[in-house]
């Protein structure tokens, strides 16, 4: 499985392994390498006893990822700068878009929102509440965990996280298959799975015919 060898290659790396090495015992790619240990650089101590091409070669690579990194850096305060501050309407088309493409499509009585990622839950919040004038209180959250989750340690994390009450969390979903055997890329399913819902069929409504009027304007381009 690649998280185990994304275990191995980090415990190969910390013994002082260059690419080259973990490549060959893992048969690992340079650039999947690359990205599973950008965090785990030599340390001088190991780069002394190493033969001049090895530390000229991670020398090299610490300084094209520096290279990268400021070069992602800067692209993102162009973009946050060319984005933000968002208008209404401007955060009220890009939520009907998410909706669009994530979104809970087949149920006329509510909108509801599945993910596993916090920052497009909260962006889904933000934008009920805001654009949509649907109360906090009147959210209803449903976890889907794994079987090898601690339930309310996990009820307990999307509670603080969404600053939403327990009292309005269904109870979880559990799913009988392991999470270490789900968990391909650290961190992707790491809370489990978070479904927001909004039980209001005029929003519904709304919501569902935006989306149409958009599909419609595009189907005429």
């Given at each position: ?41 030599l340390s001088e ?47 009220l088309i890009a ?127």
């Amino acid at each position: 499985m690649r998280l185990d060898d994304r275990k191995k290659a980090i415990d190969l790396r910390k013994k002082g392994l260059a690419y080259s090495e973990i490549g060959q015992i893992l048969n690992v790619g340079k650039s999947t390498l690359s990205y599973w240990l950008k965090n785990y650089p030599l340390s001088e101590d190991i780069l002394r006893k190493k033969q001049s091409w090895i530390k000229r070669a991670e020398n090299c690579r610490i300084t094209k990822l520096k290279k990268r990194e400021a070069d992602l850096n800067k692209i993102y305060e162009d973009q946050v700068k060319r984005i933000f501050p968002l208008t209404s309407r401007e955060l009220l088309i890009a939520g009907i878009f998410l909706y669009w493409g994530e979104g809970g499509k087949t149920d006329f009585t509510r909108i509801s929102l599945t993910n596993t990622d916090l920052a497009m839950i909260k962006f889904f919040i933000y934008w009920a509440t805001k654009c949509l004038k649907v109360s906090k209180t009147k959210l209803r959250i449903q976890l889907h965990l794994y079987s090898d989750m601690d339930t309310n340690k996990e009820v307990l994390y999307w509670s603080r996280e969404l600053k939403i009450p327990i009292k309005q969390f269904n109870k979880p979903y559990i799913k009988e298959s392991l999470q270490k055997r789900i968990n391909h890329n650290s961190g992707v399913f790491g809370h489990g799975t978070c479904d927001v819902r909004i039980f209001k069929a005029s929003i519904s409504k709304e919501i569902l015919m935006s989306m149409k009027a958009i599909a419609d304007f595009f189907k005429r381009v």
